[in-house]
């Protein structure tokens, strides 16, 4: 399985922007890039996907390296309502299965 | 969007008793689902994979008679713990996976055995 590396926390500054890393450098040509984030004492919840171009939605936006190696989950403008554990994820083509890493614990400051 | 509805929340249960978890897709049919455990300040671990109508297919070095997984129907799913014992508890989540591509999360159930 194509594993993932995060740094293990961060922290912010509420309203400033936020760029959580990941690293995948065993990615395949066929594997997504997923971000999920999880709030203390619940399930994880989808933020952004990608294949190979940046993506934007109301949450976030992905930018995806050029050769995919790596990825950066970009949070605009902190609140502390972002404060979660952020984990990036590759598809695993043929078996669908979700192996999370250790992902990154951002701690916002007011 | 897709909800995977997890139930109970919490539960705490005596030592050596079975306690069911259940995840209930809604508004969609969840062909496969996944049951995972988390300790702690911990990351998620995969225990198994559903597939509704069949066996689930365990992750080495989960018991698959301790932890009884049901996927009987397309919307509902089911955890069993069974003989709980203190060092089985955990948060566990259920997921299903999306159409054509993603997953979604059921809240958790924090199991305490005493």
């Known amino acids: 399985d194509a594993k993932t590396t995060q740094p293990n926390s961060m922290e912010s500054n509420e309203e400033e922007p936020v760029h959580l890393p990941c690293n995948h450098s065993?990615?395949?040509?066929?594997?997504?890039i997923h971000w999920y984030r999880q709030l203390p004492s619940q399930g994880p919840e989808y933020v952004i996907h990608?294949?190979?171009s940046n993506v934007n939605n109301r949450m976030a936006s992905l930018a995806i390296a050029e050769d995919r190696k790596s990825s950066t989950l970009i949070l605009h403008r902190a609140t502390l309502r972002d404060a979660a554990v952020y984990y990036c994820?590759?598809?695993?083509?043929?078996?669908?299965?979700?192996?999370f890493g250790t992902g990154t614990r951002l701690k916002v400051l007011a | 969007g897709a909800v995977v509805s997890q139930h109970p929340s919490w539960v705490i249960c005596k030592s050596g008793t079975s306690v069911k978890i259940e995840c209930r897709s809604l508004?969609?049919?969840?062909?496969?689902m996944f049951w995972y455990r988390q300790f702690p300040k911990q990351s998620l671990m995969l225990m198994a994979t559903?597939?509704?109508?069949?066996?689930?297919?365990?992750e080495q070095g989960v018991e698959k008679d301790k932890f009884l997984i049901n996927h009987a129907s397309l919307t509902l799913s089911t955890l069993t713990v069974t003989s709980a014992h203190p060092e089985d508890s955990s948060f566990y989540i259920c997921?299903?996976?999306?159409?054509?591509?993603?997953?979604?999360f059921g809240s958790g159930t924090r199991l305490t055995v005493v």
């Open positions: 997921s299903a996976r999306l159409n054509p591509d993603g997953y979604t």
């Open positions: 065993t990615i395949s040509g066929t594997d997504y």
């Open positions: 990608g294949l190979t």
């Open positions: 994820i590759l598809s695993t083509s043929g078996t669908y299965k979700y192996i």
């Open positions: 508004d969609f049919q969840a062909t496969t």
């Open positions: 559903s597939n509704e109508g069949s066996k689930a297919t365990y």
